[in-house]
């Protein structure tokens, strides 16, 4: 078992670029989400989804997409950069309708210049 | 929507000291309150975790207790050791529409 994977592990975007962050799991969880690390904010959920087909925002969605058209995949999009958008993005998965662990992956270091 | 308050935002305490950080939250219908460890530079970890039919849950040198009435919990560290130095984050988890909101973390110190 992967776990949860997320590339790429960093990148550095200029202002006004898109790009995609990708996020898969292998543990057939139905529950995804996408939280971002600032300094002092602690994690911030993003987006969510509970399955394929289903995703809902979280606390700071604005300037990010999301898709969930396979249990295994959710992918972040960002489709125009922002220096406010330089975080640490973390995907993370359980499974559906049982409170329980969080299982994260390493992150991925965005930085928008 | 639910909000989860932590403190401090910083602890220093010494070696064999104990360690205690109280979060608190908005939403009654919470249900379930978990905390991660995350040391420097890796994802964060799930340590112990407590639902709201619990009182208190005591896992070694590591509890956690909760006060549904006054929308408490706090993680007790005890003995603390140097591999106790990371942040710390509480959330909470409001089943009904599946947002896990967390706090803003706190990050120990443990001084040798």
């Known amino acids: 078992n992967a776990g949860v994977t997320q590339t790429p592990k960093f990148q550095v975007l200029k202002t006004g670029q898109s790009m995609t962050l990708q996020c898969a799991q292998d543990?057939?969880?139905?529950?995804m989400s996408w939280y971002r690390q600032d300094p002092g904010m602690g994690l911030r959920l993003i987006h969510y989804?509970?399955?394929?087909?289903?995703?809902d925002q979280g606390e700071v969605p604005n300037g990010y997409n999301v898709s969930r058209s396979t249990t295994e995949d959710f992918p972040l999009r960002l489709l125009s950069a922002a220096p406010s958008q330089t975080s640490v993005y973390f995907c993370?998965?359980?499974?559906?309708?049982?409170?329980?662990?969080?299982?994260f992956g390493e992150g991925s270091r965005l930085t928008v210049l | 929507g639910e909000n989860v308050e932590q403190h401090p935002s910083t602890l220093s305490v010494q070696e064999g000291d104990s360690a205690v950080i109280k979060c608190t939250y908005s939403?009654?219908?919470?249900?379930?309150f978990p905390w991660y460890k995350q040391e420097l530079g890796k994802r964060p970890q799930l340590i112990i975790d407590?639902?709201?039919?619990?009182g208190e849950k005591k896992d070694q040198r590591i509890a956690v207790t909760l006060n549904k009435t006054a929308k408490h919990f706090s993680l007790h560290i005890t003995e603390t050791q140097p591999e106790d130095s990371a942040v710390y984050f509480c959330?909470?988890?409001?089943?009904?529409?599946?947002?896990?909101?967390f706090g803003k973390g706190t990050r120990l110190h443990i001084l040798p």
């Open positions: 939403d009654s219908a919470s249900n379930y």
């Open positions: 407590i639902r709201s039919n619990v």
């Open positions: 993370a998965s359980r499974p559906q309708g049982i409170t329980g662990e969080l299982f």
């Open positions: 989804s509970v399955g394929a087909g289903i995703t």
């Open positions: 543990m057939n969880h139905e529950y």
């Open positions: 959330a909470a988890d409001l089943n009904r529409d599946d947002k896990i909101i």
